[in-house]
């Protein structure tokens, strides 16, 4: 009985929409209508629309109240807690708690060297490099002077970067002949 009485709760709700949209869709053409002799006739319609709806909330009203007759009730028994907790309790739970946390602290410590060790590098200090080689020498070839065998990839991508910006600023001239092939870096010559 109380999946017939949520299904038909469901219809009544469905047809509700239905005749709600109807009256909107009633207003909505009443507002452009000019010829009064229509807008009676949509009138007449748009009652009509709004008897069912009202009709509706009263089946509505009726069923759900028949569904909350029908709910029963459940009661849990009680259950007595397994152990007596005294004051002392709280104390024992946090150093508990206290002594987990600095396990995991200590195994995170032994790893701290490996992540310390990691370098950062600047793209202007990188600049400064390229530039100390140019100095001494009229041009040189990245590839060799940053080589990924012996240095890592990050310096070697952050020195590339440095010298895209150096070639965009026209401060070098570069050239590379082939694809993945050695890049030639030389000092821009003054026009």
Avoid at 29 to 34: C, L, N, S
Avoid at 92 to 120: G, P, W
Wanted: charged content about 35%; glycine content about 4%.
């Amino acid at each position: 009985m109380n999946n017939d009485n949520n299904q038909n709760l469901n219809i009544l709700d469905e047809v509700n929409k239905g005749a709600t949209m109807g009256m909107d869709a009633i207003m909505f053409v009443y507002d452009k209508v000019g010829d009064q002799t229509f807008k009676k006739v949509l009138d007449g319609e748009y009652k009509k629309y709004k008897e069912i709806t009202k009709i509706f909330k009263e089946k509505y009203s009726i069923f759900s109240n028949i569904i909350e007759k029908n709910q029963e009730e459940i009661k849990l028994p009680k259950r007595n807690l397994e152990k007596n907790y005294g004051k002392d309790i709280i104390p024992k739970v946090y150093k508990a708690l206290v002594e987990r946390t600095n396990q995991r602290l200590n195994k995170n410590a032994q790893n701290i060297e490996k992540i310390a060790l990691v370098e950062n590098y600047s793209v202007a200090s990188k600049v400064k490099e390229m530039y100390k080689v140019l100095v001494k020498q009229k041009r040189f070839v990245f590839n060799k002077l940053f080589s990924v065998n012996k240095r890592s990839k990050q310096e070697v991508v952050t020195a590339f970067s440095g010298l895209l910006e150096m070639s965009r600023r026209k401060k070098v001239e570069t050239e590379q002949e082939e694809l993945f092939g050695d890049i030639t870096v030389e000092k821009r010559k003054r026009a």
